[in-house]
Each structure stands twice: as structure tokens, then as C-alpha cells.
């Protein structure tokens, strides 16, 4: 009867250490039994190894992250509308909504910028000039919008939905390597200058042939 109580595994018998590992996963099961519904919402938002890496600032992670995509649908949504002037009377109501959210992303990705939390100042750079970079594209949108000068205001709101795509592509940058090297911070460079470029030339092109009236 002793034995086979011993080969139970998950019981302590005359100094045998249990099986089964229950010791080991013990801290993480109670780990994880402790969160919040707010710390399950970043976890799953974030993902585990993501949310050990931004454990500080997670909450601002999640807000760039929510904003970041609501920019994204009604920024497609107002250039759709702008575009093929489909539903054209909801256009101005899905623009603010896209400025709104957009400068909310900006500002976010700006205070992390400068915060550095993640002590990696090149990358800081990058991201911190493509948010102010932003601002200023959609901010020129907004105003020349507001005097109804609507050529440059669709070439303006243009460059800052070209800009907000980058924000996406950014993201991918950080994969290239260790969050300290250099190789994320120049990706991030040429993830947001390179489509800006393009962008740019394809405006001017497109202005050249077909002038506003």
C-alpha cells in the first residue's frame, strides 16, 4: 500500500520530490489566477512575451494600438467617400472621426517617443519624427479643408493616410532584431520615408497631369 501511495505523482513520500512538475507550475497557474480583467484584456491584446516587454506602458500600448486602428478604418472610409463621393455627406463626420483618433495615436507615440521606455533613443527618433511628421500632414489637411481648398487638402490627407499606413509597417521594423541594435531604428526610417517618397511623386504627377479647376 506504501508504494503505490509513492507512485502517485503530485505526492511527497519519505523525501521524494512529487512528479509531474506541480512545483514548477504552481507560481505560474497562481500567476496567472491573480490578473485583473484589465491585465487579461492587455495580455491578450499584447501576448505574453509583448507584455513582459512593455509590462510599464502597457496601458499606452493598448491605447496607440485601439486608436491606431480606428485611424486606419475611418481614414479608408473618408478617402473612399472623398474619393468615388459615395455617401459624401457622412465625409466630414469620418474625417473628424480620423483626425480625432489620429492625433490621439500621434500623442501617444510621441509620449513613448520621448519617454523611451524601452532605452533605445535611435529608435525614439525615428518613431517620435514619423508622429510629428504626421500631425503637421494632417494638421495641413484639416486647414486647407476648412478654406475649401480641396486639391491640396485630398493631397495633403493623402500623404497623412500614406503616413498612418507606416505606422503599421513600423511595427514590422522592430522584428529585424534586438530592440536595442541599430537595425530596428533604421527600419523604421525607411519603413515611413520611403512610402512618403513614393507617395510625393506620385501627387506631383498626378497634380502635373490632371490640375485642379
Known sequence: ?????????????????????????????????????????????????????????????????????????SGFLALYMGWTRAAFD?????????????????FVALFLAISDPHRNPASGWATGTLAVVWLIATSMGWWRGSQKRWRVHQMWMIRSMVLTWTFVFCRLAQRLGDMDGIAPAFGIWAYWVGPLLIAEIALQLWNRRSPAR
Open 90 to 106: 457622412y465625409h466630414r463626420h469620418t474625417g473628424c472621426t480620423y483626425v480625432g483618433a489620429g492625433m490621439t495615436m500621434a
Open 1 to 73: 500500500m506504501r508504494s503505490r501511495v509513492a507512485a502517485l505523482p503530485g505526492l511527497r513520500h519519505d523525501g521524494v520530490e512529487p512528479t509531474g512538475g506541480s512545483h514548477r507550475d504552481q507560481p505560474s497557474l497562481a500567476a496567472d489566477r491573480s490578473q485583473t480583467g484589465p491585465d487579461r484584456a492587455r495580455a491578450s491584446l499584447l501576448g505574453g512575451g509583448a507584455q513582459r516587454g512593455h509590462a510599464d506602458h502597457s496601458l499606452w500600448i493598448v491605447l496607440h494600438a485601439l486608436t491606431g486602428f480606428l485611424t486606419l478604418v
